[in-house]
């Protein structure tokens, strides 16, 4: 069978770094098209894969029959208008987080999706895909340890760029964290509340955080999560599960520790790329074998319209701190 000619839209920041993947990590597919208004990093993107063809619209790319899926890696607010030509066309999908910002729009995917006849978007949750979190959702199914009764999650940056605004905590961070949540107790998000540590005087001005998230699930468990993007240190996600006969912990380094002048240490990630650079690649290597084999498995539009709807409930809390509950549509029997 020949390669899965992936187009990519969008090069930027992460979307080089799946280029990189398709060149050096991935097997049995090869990037064809590079789709990216910007010429200079369209450019950039060549020099990685310099067999692939530029195009400036995602309109221009389909008429040129140029791809057999799309990997999406704009910005969220600009999915939809990429995904729904997509769709039509009929090309399997992988879109990274979020599925869109919001609820509304994420159900008109749903619901092009649906109408399509057949599941072709796959959701870039990439967490689902890391050995620790894997690890730990066996775990919870086993009930070895029990049940379990809560989660303790903490995701903290070094430093954001500038274009991180306030809202970004909820809808490009703790979306995470709603996604993974559900994942591990396969219950859905039914509140959120936020609360403020006190602030870092070390954040940019334009930030009012860390911020302390309450996550309730429908199963009852409560999910703290602790979101702070301006740590300093190093970039670290890590998850303790607390169950009636015991705890589990995931996303401690796996670097050495050394005993040495009187102190301990250990090195710790700078940067998600070198965190999840293992549960990336097994993520589009999956993806990939899906569209070969016509087995879609993974996280579904369906599961991006539920982190949506969870983010609208954070974003309200975000600004009231008051406990909000999250709403949902019926969910499908397409999905089912």
Known sequence: MSDVR????????????????????????????????????????????????????????????AMDAVLIATPGQFHEPVIL????????????????????SSLRIVNAEIAKGRKLIQVGFMRRYDVGYMELKSLIASKKQGELLGLHCAHR???????????????????????????????PIKTVQVRHLKR?????????????????????????????????????????????KGIAEIGRTSGMTQFFEGAISTPEHVSFKSRFADAFNFELQQWINSIRTRKFDGPS????????????AGLEALKSGAICSVKYEQKPSFYL
């Open 6 to 65: 992936v187009g990519v839209v969008g090069t930027g920041f992460i979307g080089l770094e799946h280029v990189a993947r398709f060149e050096n990590s991935i097997t049995g597919a090869s990037v064809s098209a590079i789709v990216e208004p910007d010429e200079s990093r369209a450019r950039t993107a060549l020099q990685i894969s310099p067999n692939a063809q530029w195009f400036p619209t995602i309109e221009s790319a389909l008429e040129s029959k």
């Open 85 to 104: 030509p997509v769709l039509e066309y009929g090309l399997p999908i992988l879109c990274e987080k979020p599925l869109t910002p919001d609820p509304d």
């Open 157 to 187: 940056n070094p430093s954001v760029p500038d274009s991180y605004h306030n809202e970004m905590l909820i809808f490009d961070s703790v979306v995470h964290e709603i996604d993974v949540v559900r994942f591990l107790t396969d219950s």
């Open 200 to 244: 870092n005087s070390l954040s940019p001005e334009r930030l009012q955080e860390p911020i302390l998230v309450l996550l309730e699930t429908d199963s009852g468990v409560l999910a703290s999560v602790e979101m702070n993007v301006s740590v300093q240190f190093g970039y670290q996600v890590k998850t303790e599960a607390v169950f009636e």
């Open 301 to 312: 539009a369906w599961d991006g319209y539920l982190a949506a709807a969870a983010v609208a």
